[in-house]
Structures are given as structure tokens and as C-alpha cells.
Nanobody
């Protein structure tokens, strides 16, 4: 079983930056896409950013131009660089990997445990 471990969250002032990491315990061979989601208290979980195995990226309108998603295949790790942070960015951030199981061929996904990001004076 592959585990996704997130890190890099914390408390930051408005306008500040954070870099989130999501490390897989081992390589996942057949990846369709990797994504970051977030969920604020009382709100639905929303897609923040995604990147395909070929490197194509997509961002929510609310973070466009401020956040950057990337991955390092050699380290089995993906990142979310968050700049110009706003109080409304406060949420628990989760990583997700959409992939195909090698033996059964079933498409499934893994979730990280989440990391708290708080943007406040």
C-alpha cells in the first residue's frame, strides 16, 4: 500500500508564502494526474491545482497566478508553492494521486492525511 505524506503547512501572515510537499512511500507507475485539494471549516473540499503525468497544469480561479504545482518524479514527490497568501486560503490541504492499479487495471486514487495552512495577521 502506497502512503502519501504531506508537509509544509503552518501559520503565515497575509502576503506570505508556503511550500507544501506530498511524498509517496514508493513509486506509482501508472499515474493519470496528481492534485492538491483544500477544505475550509464548513466548506466543501475543492480542487486547487492538478498536474498530469505529461506536465500539463490546471488551477482554480481563486489561486491562479499565486500558486504553482510541480513534481519531482525521482523523489516521488509533488509540491504546491503558494505565494501572496490570503486569509481565504486558510484550509486543510490534501494531496491526491489518480492512477491505475498495475495488476487489476482498476482506476483509483490515494489521499494524503492533510496539512493545515492558516493565513492570519
Amino acid at each position: 500500500q502506497v502512503q502519501l505524506v504531506e508537509s509544509g503547512g503552518g501559520l503565515v501572515q497575509p502576503g506570505g508564502s508556503l511550500r507544501l510537499s506530498c511524498a509517496a512511500s514508493k513509486s506509482i507507475l501508472y499515474i493519470y494526474s496528481m492534485s492538491w485539494y483544500r477544505q475550509a471549516p464548513g466548506k466543501q473540499r475543492e480542487l486547487v491545482a492538478s498536474i498530469t503525468s505529461s506536465g500539463s497544469t490546471n488551477y482554480a480561479d481563486s489561486v491562479q497566478g499565486r500558486f504553482t504545482i510541480s513534481r519531482d518524479n525521482a523523489r516521488n514527490t509533488m509540491y504546491l508553492q503558494m505565494n501572496s497568501l490570503k486569509p481565504e486560503d486558510t484550509a486543510v490541504y490534501y494531496c491526491n494521486v489518480d492512477f491505475r492499479m498495475p495488476l487489476s487495471g482498476t482506476r483509483t486514487n490515494y489521499w494524503g492525511q492533510g496539512t493545515q495552512v492558516t493565513v492570519s495577521p
